[in-house]
């Protein structure tokens, strides 16, 4: 019997990577690109033009993936990381137009054991 706690909205967490990359030369451009593929690659979704983010089930899971990003920085910019509860991802209010917009959904994820 899988436990409730599991599946609290206090332990899933968001992985949120957001950077400020240089593209003023033509290697910087292609630094950008592979940091922005190896993200889709693990899993991150586009939330912002320089904003990605990940759906983790547990705060484990999500310190494997800032483990992979933190291995993938480009040698120059800015990048953050920040891991937020379910709970507090679901707070968010984002506006379009001063239209409030509905919160990212998290996609379908599977767990093998």
């Known amino acids: 019997m899988v436990s409730r706690a599991r599946f609290s909205e206090y332990r899933i967490m968001w992985v949120l990577v957001f950077f400020d990359l240089p593209t003023d030369t033509k290697k910087a451009r292609k630094d950008y690109a592979l940091f922005r593929k190896q993200l889709l ?4 979704t586009m ?3 320089s ?13 494997v993936h800032i483990k992979r990003v933190k291995r993938i920085l ?4 800015d990048i953050g990381i920040m891991r937020i509860t379910d709970k507090q991802f679901a707070d968010m209010e984002i506006f379009s137009c001063r239209q ?7 996609s379908q994820q599977l767990e093998l054991f």
Do not use: K, W
Request: aromatic letters at 12%.
């Open 41 to 44: 690659q693990d899993g991150f």
């Open 47 to 49: 939330f912002q033009f």
């Open 51 to 63: 904003m990605y983010v990940r759906h983790c089930p547990s705060a484990e899971n999500a310190d």
């Open 74 to 77: 480009p040698p120059e910019g």
């Open 100 to 106: 409030i917009r509905p919160t990212l959904m998290p």
